[in-house]
C-alpha cells in the first residue's frame, strides 16, 4: 500500500499567536492518526511558480490514514484554533510506490 503525504503551503499567515495555538494542538493530533512529520519550515530555495513560505510535509502509511486524520476530532479542534490567521494550501498527495 502507498503511502500519503499532507502537503501544507502558508501563502500567508496573518496571527502568529493563533498560528502557535494551532500547532500545539495539531502535532498531538498527528502523531494520534499516525502522521510524521517530513518536512516544515520556510522553503530554502524556491524555482517557477514557488514561493519562500512555510511548507509542512507530514506522511501517513495510507491515504485513509492520511484522510482520516485530516477529518478527525483531534485536527478538527486544531483547525478551530487556528481559525483565519493563516492562508494555506492544503493537498493529500499519494505517495510513489
Not at 503551503?9 to 494542538?25: F, G, M, T, V
Not at 501517513?60 to 482520516?68: G, H, L, Q, R, T
Amino acid at each position: 500500500m502507498a503511502k500519503a503525504y499532507w502537503v501544507v503551503s502558508y501563502r500567508k499567515i496573518k496571527d502568529q499567536q493563533k498560528l502557535e495555538a494551532y500547532a500545539q494542538l495539531a502535532g498531538p493530533a498527528v502523531a494520534e492518526g499516525g502522521g510524521r512529520f517530513v518536512a516544515r519550515g520556510v522553503a530554502l530555495k524556491a524555482y517557477e511558480l514557488g514561493a519562500l513560505q512555510r511548507t509542512t510535509v507530514v506522511e501517513f502509511d495510507s491515504a485513509e490514514k492520511a484522510i482520516a486524520c485530516r477529518e478527525g476530532d483531534a485536527y478538527r479542534r486544531a483547525l478551530e484554533a487556528l481559525g483565519d490567521a493563516v492562508e494555506r494550501d492544503f493537498r493529500i498527495v499519494q505517495g510513489a510506490e
